[in-house]
Structures are given as C-alpha cells and as structure tokens.
C-alpha cells in the first residue's frame, strides 16, 4: 500500500513538474513575441542561449552563435517597420527529459505591405537559470 501511494505522489508531482515547464517555455515564447512587437531584438534574443554553440537554420543555412544570430535578425529587420507584428502558433510541445523540449509552431508576421509567414522547431534545454532555445529551425 506505501508503494503504491508513493507511486502515485511520484506521478502527480511529475505531472505538475511538466506542466510547469510547459508553462515556463510558454511564457519564454509570449515574452519573446511582446519584446519583438516593442522593436526590441536583444530582448527577443534573451530566450535563446547566450552561447557560440547556439545553431539557427534558416533559408540561408546554419549560422552558429548567439552574436551572429543577432547580427542576422538586425540585418533582416532593421527597423520597427521591418519587424512588424509577430505572432506564434505553438502546435506542439513535447518534453524529451526533465532538461530538453521540443517546440513546433508556426510565425506571423503582419507589416504594412506584406505578411510573410513560416514554421519553426525549436529545441529548448533547461539550465540552472531556466529554459533557453539551444537550436531554431525556421522556415
């Protein structure tokens, strides 16, 4: 009977233990597209590792570096105008282990003269100081 209770403790407190990290990669994400709407891309960079082994592939292939995918996203959208209005739909959200995730979702951008959209997977690990985006796939 102890076993079973214990069971079923170690159940639920996993279960809350994901839902909170859902809920922490959810809110990394709502942060993300509020400091992109307010024209502020080091702040939209603040959920990704701050590491040179940080991978983003794009159309244009695989740039490494959070330095570099900052320069990248500054050369792309130079201006408020440039960047638009971002939105996410997130699709799916799958927890690997107690420190890895995996994000599927899709991007909006709605500008003046055009509204350019994609799909993105996202791989997140958890640090000491939270979740952080380890590698981007956007499309």
Not at 57 to 70: A, D, F, I, M, Q
Not at 85 to 98: A, C, G, Q, V, Y
Not at 112 to 118: L, Y
Request: charged content about 20%.
């Amino acid at each position: 009977m102890k076993r079973l209770f214990f069971l079923t403790i170690l159940f639920f407190s996993f279960s809350f233990v994901k839902a909170q990290d859902r809920e922490s990669i959810l809110k990394i994400l709502n942060d993300q597209t509020v400091s992109w709407n307010s024209g502020s891309l080091e702040q939209f960079m603040s959920g990704y590792l701050k590491s040179d082994s940080l991978m983003f592939v794009g159309k244009s292939g695989v740039t490494y570096g959070w330095e570099n995918v900052l320069r990248n996203y500054k050369k792309g959208y130079p201006n408020k105008a440039a960047m638009g209005i971002l939105s996410f739909n997130i699709k799916k959200i799958d927890l690997l282990s107690p420190d890895a995730a995996f994000v599927m979702g899709s991007f909006h951008l709605k500008r003046e003269n055009d509204a350019p959209s994609g799909h993105f997977t996202l791989v997140f690990k958890k640090f000491k100081d939270g979740w952080k985006i380890v590698s981007d796939h956007s499309s």
